[in-house]
């Protein structure tokens, strides 16, 4: 059965951080490109971050670029994102996936899901 946990949400002001994580069991994680999507209220989830299997490759949505970093431990099964400069506007629930084929930022190719943890950006 395949998990993934997110955990390291929370409420912070703006210009704050936070580092969410993204425990994974079940599968081979080393084989997985990992994501990190988000959905605010009243929007449709959209693409924030992907990590190729070895972490040699990253990829970032414009609005989150030189302020969120993805990163991954093959070692310990988790995958992170790095949340810095926080603004209002990122409040939204973060879920990671997984995907066993080639990097995207295509929702809807990832293959499993976690059930989110909700970041909220006071101003």
């Known amino acids: 059965q395949v998990q993934l946990v997110e955990s390291g949400g929370g409420l912070v002001q703006a210009g704050g951080s936070l580092r969410l994580s993204c425990a994974t069991s079940g599968l081979t994680f080393r084989e997985h490109n990992m994501g990190w999507f988000r959905q605010a209220p009243g929007k449709e989830r959209e693409f924030v971050a992907r990590?190729?299997?070895?972490?040699?490759?990253?990829e970032y949505a414009d609005s989150v670029k030189g302020r969120f970093t993805i990163s991954r431990d093959n070692a310990k099964n988790t995958a992170y994102l790095q949340m810095n400069s926080l603004k209002p506007e990122d409040t939204a629930v973060y879920y990671c996936a997984a995907r066993h084929g080639p990097g995207t930022t295509m929702e809807r190719k990832y293959d499993y899901w976690g059930q989110g943890t909700q970041v909220t950006v006071s101003s």
């Open positions: 990590i190729s299997w070895s972490g040699s490759t990253t």
